[in-house]
């Protein structure tokens, strides 16, 4: 199982920082992923982690003000987002695989937590 928290009200150009947090499963060997919806929109893809944690993807919209980390020993993952914008309002959800972040946007990832609500407004 996943939790997501860390969500809230912020205004533009705030910052907040999510955590994934896993209960029930290792993420050691996971990649662990960010993705976001937006009311009425699709599930877009955020960003990717790389089981070591090394190596991580970005959409084009976040690149640069969104920065994804994990904790292994804590089983945790993290979004720290910066610069937030009122277009990064949406429900934050994390998602986690065994392996890569190779074909991230378009496997169907199929453990997920319930999600956090962002809402970046004046």
């Known amino acids: 199982q996943l939790v997501e928290s860390g969500g809230g009200l912020v205004q533009p150009g705030g910052s907040l920082r999510l955590s994934c947090t896993a209960t029930?499963?290792?993420?050691?060997?996971?990649?662990i992923v960010w993705f976001r919806q937006a009311p009425g929109k699709e599930r877009e893809g955020v960003s990717c982690?790389?089981?070591?944690?090394?190596?991580?993807k970005y959409v084009d919209s976040v690149n640069g003000r969104f920065t994804i980390s994990r904790d292994n020993a804590k089983n945790t993952a993290y979004l720290q987002m910066n610069n937030l914008v009122p277009e990064d309002t949406a429900t934050y959800f994390c998602?986690?695989?065994?392996?890569?972040?190779?074909?991230?946007?378009?496997?169907?990832?199929?453990?997920w937590g319930q999600g956090t609500q962002v809402t970046v407004s004046s």
């Open positions: 982690i790389w089981p070591s944690g090394t190596n991580a």
């Open positions: 998602g986690t695989r065994f392996g890569g972040c190779r074909d991230w946007l378009t496997y169907k990832w199929d453990i």
């Open positions: 029930g499963i290792s993420l050691d060997y996971n990649a």
